[in-house]
């Protein structure tokens, strides 16, 4: 279901960085464009954003601007549209024991613990290793007025959360972090169609995924959920 979301943008200013190694394709340089962090975002403002590819990342949102180099394409499923794969299928059906609930606060310790064990054991050779508490306050842990957490828990315990925001027109998959010892369970992949069926329910549009990156493996499970829009040119283009 779509919303009128017409705000103001002309007063909005944005900030460049300086060239930096990119963090998905190697010997690339990469530029982001930052809106001023000082600028008053409600949520209108930042979903009008995210339909022109902008995407939040802590308490920053942001969009590619790298000068000869166009690889980050803004990526969103049209939930109504949506049709599960086969494998898609005996994922949900593998993870029907493990609950899922919304919830707008959190037990920080918990949730850090989960956080530590996922980027320090999946994402050792990235730019967030080795986690830390305040890279986690600053990440997940100041949650805006739209973000929601979802959390999947099997037998009471925690095994994954996935932190996204509910826009004007659908809800935006900010980060998914999850237990490594239970990888045959698929748990990002189960926490991206939950998601989607939440959209659904709600009568959203859309389930934003943020960048997907054509020669970046860890990148490559986006294109798995069809259809697909891609944002190129100032237009979004299904797939």
Sequence with gaps: MSRDITPDLHKIQLYLTEAHPCSYLEDKQATTAFVDPKHPLDTATYSHLSTMGFRRSGQYIYAPRCASC????????????????????????????????????????????????????????????????????????????????????????????????????????????YDPDLSARSLGTLAILRQIQMAQEQEFDYLY???????????????????????????????
């Design 70 to 177: 166009k690889s980050c394409i803004p990526v969103r499923v049209p939930v109504s549209g949506f049709k599960p794969t086969r494998s898609q299928k005996r994922c949900l059906k593998r993870n029907l024991d493990i609950s899922a609930n919304i919830e707008a606060n959190i037990d920080p310790d918990e949730h850090y613990a989960l956080y530590q064990k996922y980027i320090d054991t999946r994402h050792s050779d990235g730019d967030m290793y080795p986690a830390t508490l305040t890279q986690y306050r600053d990440f997940i842990g100041k949650p805006w007025e739209c973000t929601r957490f979802i959390e999947f828990r099997l037998d009471g315990k925690l095994i994954a959360c996935a932190v996204s925001d509910w826009l004007d027109d659908g809800l935006s998959a900010i980060y998914t972090y």
């Design 209 to 239: 995924l943020g960048y997907w990156i054509r020669d970046s493996v860890k990148m490559a499970y986006k294109s798995k959920f069809r259809p697909a829009e891609l944002y190129i040119e100032n237009r979004w283009l299904r797939i």
